[in-house]
T-cell receptor, first 109, second 116 residues
Framework: RKEVEQDPGPFNVPEGATVAFNCTYS??????FFWYRQDCRKEPKLLMSVYSSGNEDGRFTAQLNRASQYISLLIRDSKLSDSATYLCVVAQRANNLFFGTGTRLTVIP | DAGVTQSPTHLIKTRGQQVTLRCSPKSGHDTVSWYQQALGQGPQFIFQ???????QRGNFPDRFSGHQFPNYSSELNVNALLLGDSALYLC???????????????FGPGTRLTVL
């Protein structure tokens, strides 16, 4: 079983739409959780960390459910510049990252 | 302050050859991790170096080896290249956490390796 599972998409949404991505992780010992963004042919960049209490950064909201080992990312009022691949990432104490396959988002004018 | 740098940016090799990829960490970072990202997949952890030693390793064969130098820079070596080794190889640097917490990893732009 993969450490991190996420729907690869693609998600094609109009500008201004709200879109949600989900992922699940298999190792209950996972301690840190993130969403990374990766533009085409570029390196992954940290979008936001995910905390049990839920956290928000502008139009982006992340949620973590440790009981069901589930992570989500909500993007409100989608912009063209949000088009990218969104990677769900977990880290155990050992500090190596486990990435999901990534969900590709295209925001359409 | 330079971020993580990698060289070369692109590389083409043939099956059976050997390749060396290089990474310089972000200033102030002492730990380097390497990841392989195949097309359409997320990055997969290869190994991590700290204090010039391999500290952790993912599920990769012994053909993949590495080295860390006293200045914290690192090399990834792949021997007996296979077609399936074609991928983007990413280096990430961080400060050592001692296994107690997670310290953010910053990624370099990657080296795109094509094996023919």
């Amino acid at each position: 079983r993969k450490e991190v599972e996420q729907d690869p998409g693609p998600f094609n949404v109009p500008e201004g739409a709200t879109v949600a991505f989900n992922c699940t992780y298999s190792n209950s010992a996972s301690q840190s959780f993130f969403w990374y963004r990766q533009d085409c042919r570029k390196e992954p960049k940290l979008l936001m960390s995910v905390y049990s209490s839920g956290n928000e950064d502008g139009r982006f909201t992340a949620q973590l459910n440790r009981a069901s080992q589930y992570i989500s990312l909500l993007i409100r009022d989608s912009k063209l510049s949000d088009s990218a691949t969104y990677l769900c990432v977990v880290a155990q104490r050992a500090n190596n990252l486990f990435f999901g396959t990534g969900t590709r988002l295209t925001v359409i004018p | 302050d330079a971020g993580v740098t990698q060289s070369p940016t692109h590389l083409i090799k043939t099956r059976g050859q050997q390749v060396t990829l290089r990474c310089s960490p972000k200033s102030g970072h002492d730990t380097v991790s390497w990841y392989q990202q195949a097309l359409g997949q997320g990055p997969q952890f290869i190994f991590q170096y700290y204090e010039e030693e391999e500290r952790q390793r993912g599920n990769f064969p012994d053909r993949f080896s590495g080295h860390q130098f006293p200045n914290y820079s690192s090399e990834l070596n792949v021997n007996a290249l296979l077609l399936g080794d074609s991928a983007l190889y990413l280096c990430a640097s961080s400060t050592h956490s001692g296994g107690k917490s997670y310290n953010e990893q910053f990624f370099g732009p990657g080296t795109r390796l094509t094996v023919l």
